[in-house]
T-cell receptor
Framework: DAKTTQPNSMESNEEEPVHLPCNHS???????IHWYRQLPSQGPEYVIH???SNVNNRMASLAIAEDRKSSTLILHRATLRDAAVYYC?????????????FGTGTRLKVLA | DTGVSQDPRHKITKRGQNVTFRCDPI?????LYWYRQTLGQGPEFLTY????????KSRLLSDRFSAERPKGSFSTLEIQRTEQGDSAMYLC????????????FGEGSRLTVL
C-alpha cells in the first residue's frame, strides 16, 4: 500500500484558514486521495477525496499537486468543532481490495 | 437514526474471558469493515465483508478473533481468551458498492481487559 506522510500536529486560530499537508511521493496513477477526520470519542468521518483535479465540497477543499506527490486539505474558516485528527489515505481502486490504511494523521488544534 | 450502530459501547472484562461485539451497518450497504484503534494511533484494518462473504483478513487478526456476517446484514466480532493487549476501540464501518466507497463509521465499542 502506498504510504502517506503527515505532520503529527498543527494549530490554527478560530475563523482562519487551515492548510493540512500530506506527502505521498510513491502514489500510483490509480490511487485516489481520501481525507477522513476523527472528532474526539467518535469514529472517523469522510471529508473529501480526489484523483487529479482540485475538489471542493461543503466541508473542505482538496488541492492536489500537479505531480500528485502531495496534497493539501483546506478548511476555509476553522471552527472549534474542526478540532480533530485528520487522516490522508491513498486507495487504489484497481487493486481489488477495499480496505483503507490509516496512518497516525495530523491532530489539529483550533485556538479560540 | 440510520447510521452505523455498535453494541455494546463499552465492555470491561477479565483476561481470559470471551467477548462479542455487534455491528449494524447502514441498511443498503453491502460492505462492512472492522477496525481496531489504540490510543494515539489511527484505525488498523482487521477484516471486511461483502454481503456475507469475508473477503479479506488482516494478519493482525489472530485465531482468537473471528468475525461473521451470517445474512449479509449485521456482523459480530468475537474475541476469545482475551488478553490485556486486546484493549482497544473496535470500530465498524460500512460502505455501498456504488460510488467511491466512502466509509461510514460507527462510534465504536471500547474494550478494556483487566
Amino acid at each position: 500500500d502506498a504510504k502517506t506522510t503527515q505532520p503529527n500536529s498543527m494549530e490554527s486560530n478560530e475563523e482562519e484558514p487551515v492548510h493540512l499537508p500530506c506527502n505521498h511521493s510513491t502514489i500510483s496513477g490509480t490511487d485516489y486521495i481520501h481525507w477522513y477526520r476523527q472528532l474526539p470519542s467518535q469514529g472517523p468521518e469522510y471529508v473529501i477525496h480526489g484523483l487529479t483535479s482540485n475538489v471542493n465540497n461543503r466541508m473542505a477543499s482538496l488541492a492536489i499537486a500537479e505531480d500528485r506527490k502531495s496534497s493539501t486539505l483546506i478548511l476555509h474558516r476553522a471552527t472549534l468543532r474542526d478540532a480533530a485528527v485528520y487522516y490522508c489515505i491513498l486507495r487504489d481502486v484497481t487493486s481489488g481490495t477495499y480496505k483503507y490504511i490509516f496512518g497516525t494523521g495530523t491532530r489539529l488544534k483550533v485556538l479560540a | 437514526d440510520t447510521g452505523v450502530s455498535q453494541d455494546p459501547r463499552h465492555k470491561i472484562t477479565k483476561r481470559g474471558q470471551n467477548v462479542t461485539f455487534r455491528c449494524d451497518p447502514i441498511s443498503e450497504h453491502n460492505r462492512l469493515y472492522w477496525y481496531r484503534q489504540t490510543l494515539g494511533q489511527g484505525p488498523e484494518f482487521l477484516t471486511y465483508f461483502q454481503n456475507e462473504a469475508q473477503l479479506e483478513k488482516s494478519r493482525l487478526l489472530s485465531d482468537r478473533f473471528s468475525a461473521e456476517r451470517p445474512k449479509g446484514s449485521f456482523s459480530t466480532l468475537e474475541i476469545q481468551r482475551t488478553e490485556q493487549g486486546d484493549s482497544a476501540m473496535y470500530l465498524c464501518a460500512s460502505s455501498p458498492t456504488t460510488g467511491h466507497g466512502e466509509l461510514f463509521f460507527g462510534e465504536g465499542s471500547r474494550l478494556t481487559v483487566l
